[in-house]
């Protein structure tokens, strides 16, 4: 037997996700953004799901492979670039895009004799100051690139820093990238998920929505549900064990929780190795046999307590949803001071994992 705990990828809500973001652009393709093992619903889980996609997005070359692997026949973009010559032959050879952020790749391109051109999204920095050439200087990059036989085509490419805010929104960095490039006449990618959903005007020839496609909000102040998305995980787990607490007993390491009157726990087979975060307060949300119930003192490495006092029926065996589809990763994230994509990518190993078609 093995240990009840669980997470449960819903392939039919990617596959809603991904059409929503269709239709919120529909005059743009649309990349679905599958790195860190597709936010850890996994690769193939989100192949099975969008058979039809536009294009996938990815970070290293073994993901970009293992899609091939699996059938992709669709483009698929290297979103950080290749970080070798020898990679970049392998673009080649799978027809992977890349991206091209410095001046080390573009001698890479220049300099390597390739079997067959290849497609390029020149990233330019607008604000980000993460990767990315100056944006004033794409007119001459572009000009360069063209006269490179082992480039087939050029698009170009940013990313916004704040999309997701609405005091600073994205017309900064719009209004630096369209000066730099406007004349260029070359396709575009600028959107993320929260440019996508809130800034028709970024949407341009190609849209990468990442978070999004997972049913996690990217915005703080609207949840996923306001915006239309459907969770495609459920983490969930079983009461293992249950106490009786009487006013003024603890809970937990470092006795943090003090019952204030008498109450019933259920210790629950999920902890922080299991990817549930250890800084979730008393009072983070859990869903107990279908009702909204709390978080109890302390997680442990491989424990949690939640409160069954409301619940009289609840005990052994009884059901815990950590988030999923009634208990938002977004709200249990926000409890815990950190966000939706954090919680995803870090479900461990040892949990299993089943697929929902």
């Given at each position: ?5 669980r997470a449960v990828i819903h392939t039919a809500a990617l596959a809603a996700n991904y059409a929503h973001a ?156 369209d000066a730099a490039c406007a004349d260029l006449n070359l396709p575009v990618t600028l959107a993320n998920s ?73 210790i629950v087979a999920c902890g922080y190795a299991d990817g549930y975060p250890r800084h979730a307060p008393t ?75």
């Amino acid at each position: 037997m093995t240990r009840p705990i669980r997470a449960v990828i819903h392939t039919a809500a990617l596959a809603a996700n991904y059409a929503h973001a269709k239709a919120c652009a529909p005059s743009s393709k649309v990349f679905a953004v599958i790195k860190a093992n597709a936010y850890g619903h996994g690769i193939a889980n989100m192949v099975a799901a969008l058979p039809d996609a536009d294009a996938f997005a990815t970070l290293e070359m073994p993901s970009a492979l293992a899609l091939r692997e699996l059938g992709v026949k669709q483009p698929i973009l290297l979103l950080e670039g290749v970080f070798s010559a020898a990679e970049l032959q392998l673009c080649a050879n799978h027809e992977f895009w890349l991206s091209v952020h410095d001046e080390r790749g573009i001698h890479w391109l220049e300099s390597t004799d390739l079997s067959r051109s290849v497609h390029i999204f020149l990233k330019l920095n607008t604000g980000m100051n993460r990767l990315g050439f100056p944006a004033e200087a794409a007119s001459a990059l572009v000009g360069r690139l063209k006269q490179c036989s082992n480039v087939a085509s050029i698009t170009l490419m940013a990313h916004f820093a704040t999309a997701d805010d609405p005091e600073q929104g994205v017309a900064a960095q719009c209004a630096r990238f369209d000066a730099a490039c406007a004349d260029l006449n070359l396709p575009v990618t600028l959107a993320n998920s929260a440019a996508l959903l809130a800034y028709p005007e970024t949407h341009r020839q190609w849209v990468r929505p990442g978070i999004s496609l997972y049913g996690s909000s990217p915005f703080s102040d609207k949840s996923a549900a306001e915006l239309g998305l459907q969770a495609a995980m459920t983490l969930s787990a079983e009461v293992i064990g249950v106490q009786e607490l009487k006013a003024g007993d603890t809970v937990g390491y470092g006795a943090g929780f003090v019952a204030a009157r008498s109450m019933r726990i259920g210790i629950v087979a999920c902890g922080y190795a299991d990817g549930y975060p250890r800084h979730a307060p008393t009072g983070t949300p859990v869903l107990l046999n279908g009702v909204r119930s709390r978080l109890i003192g302390r997680v442990s490495m491989d424990m949690l307590a939640v409160d069954l006092s409301d619940q009289p029926e609840a005990g052994l065996g009884s059901e815990v949803e950590l988030w999923g589809k009634n208990v938002s990763i977004d709200e249990v994230a926000s409890a815990a001071g950190t966000i939706g994509y954090e919680l995803m990518c870090a479900v461990a190993a040892r949990v299993q994992v089943f697929v929902e078609f």
